[in-house]
C-alpha cells in the first residue's frame, strides 16, 4: 500500500521591505519587555517594635498628671469614668500601602468625640452646683434686714429722743444773737454788717445778671444769715419768701459763694457766738440785686 507523502513548498525569500518591517517589530517587541520587567521599589520602612497610643487633647491644663499613662499634645488630667488602663490594639507591621500616619489619622476623631460630650456634661453639672450654691446667699440677705419688733421701735425712739435733748442744750449754750440785739458793741456788729452786705451784693451782681435777665428773676425775700465766730456760714433760712423757688435758692447760693466771711471782731466774741444778719434782698431788672 502506498504511504500518501505531503510535500511542501520552500518559503519564498524575504524581500527587502519585509526585512525591515520584521526588525521593527522585534526591536519594538524587546523595548517593552525590557521597560515591563524594570520596577521601582520604595524602600520599606523599619519595623515598629512598640505601637504609641496618641490621645488629642482639646483643653490643656497647666498642672502635669504625676502619672502619665498616655502621650499627648498637652497636659490633661482625666475627667472620665473609666479607671482601667485601655489594651492597645494589636500590633501591626506596616506595608508599602499602608501608611502608619494615615491610620492614627482616622482614628483621631473617635477618640476627641466622646472626650468632648464628658466634658460638656461636666460643665453643665458645674452650672447646676453654682444654682445650689447661691441659696444661702439669700438667707443671709434676710438676716441683714431683720423685722422691727415693739420693743427694738421703742429702743429707737427713745435713742432719737436723747440726741434731740443733747442737740437743744447745744444750742442753748451757743449765744446767738441778731445784730439789734447786740448790747455793748452796737457800733462794731454795724460796720461788719455793712462790710458782710458789700461783699454779698458784689458776688451776686457778678456771678447773676445774665441769669435773672434770662429767666425773669426779680422779686423780694427775707432771709437771716448766721455767722460763727471764724466767719463761716452757722445757717441760712428763709423768713418771707419771694414766691419764686428758683429765686429763693438763687439767694441761698449766693451767700454760700461768698463765704468765707470774715471773722468776728473780738469785741463781739466777748458777747455772743453766732451772729444773726437779717435783710431784705431785692432783684430787679434794673438795679440787680440789692439788700437793706
Do not use: C
Not at 498637652?74 to 508599602?96: D, F, I, V, Y
Request: charge should be positive; hydrophobic fraction near 35%; avoid cysteine.
Amino acid at each position: 500500500m502506498r504511504e500518501n507523502q505531503v510535500m511542501f513548498d520552500p518559503p519564498a525569500p524575504l524581500s527587502n521591505n519585509d526585512s525591515l518591517l520584521v526588525a521593527l517589530f522585534l526591536a519594538a517587541v524587546i523595548h517593552v519587555v525590557i521597560g515591563l520587567g524594570i520596577n521601582f521599589t520604595a524602600p520599606q520602612p523599619e519595623q515598629v517594635s512598640r505601637s504609641i497610643d496618641i490621645t488629642l487633647v482639646n483643653m490643656p491644663t497647666q498642672k502635669a498628671p504625676e502619672k502619665a499613662q498616655l502621650l499627648a499634645q498637652e497636659n490633661q488630667l482625666g475627667a472620665g469614668e473609666q479607671s482601667k488602663k485601655p489594651e492597645p490594639p494589636p500590633q501591626q507591621l506596616p506595608s508599602q500601602g499602608n501608611n502608619p500616619a494615615k491610620q492614627v489619622k482616622k482614628s483621631e476623631p473617635e477618640h476627641s468625640e466622646p472626650k468632648a460630650a464628658k466634658k460638656l456634661i461636666t460643665q453643665k453639672k458645674a452650672e447646676k452646683k453654682i444654682v445650689t450654691a447661691s441659696k444661702p446667699d439669700t438667707g443671709q440677705h434676710t438676716e441683714k434686714h431683720p423685722q422691727l419688733t415693739a420693743e427694738m421701735l421703742q429702743q429707737q425712739i427713745a435713742q432719737l429722743g436723747t440726741e434731740i435733748r443733747l442737740n437743744q442744750q447745744t444750742a442753748e449754750q451757743t449765744k446767738i444773737k441778731f445784730v439789734d440785739s447786740v448790747s455793748a458793741h452796737k457800733y462794731v456788729a454795724a460796720q461788719y454788717m455793712k462790710d458782710w452786705e458789700d461783699k454779698v451784693e458784689r458776688t451776686g451782681n457778678l456771678n447773676y445778671p445774665e441769669v435773672a435777665a434770662k429767666k425773669n428773676f426779680s422779686g423780694t425775700l427775707t432771709m437771716d444769715v448766721g455767722i460763727k465766730a471764724d466767719g463761716s456760714i452757722y445757717s441760712i433760712r428763709i423768713n418771707q419768701s419771694s414766691g419764686n423757688p428758683a429765686l429763693d435758692e438763687a439767694a441761698k447760693k449766693i451767700v454760700r459763694m461768698s463765704a468765707p466771711f470774715a471773722p468776728l471782731p473780738v469785741e463781739l466774741q466777748k458777747e455772743l457766738d453766732v451772729l444773726v444778719i437779717t435783710r431784705v434782698w431785692k432783684f430787679s431788672d434794673e438795679s440787680g440785686m440789692t439788700s437793706r
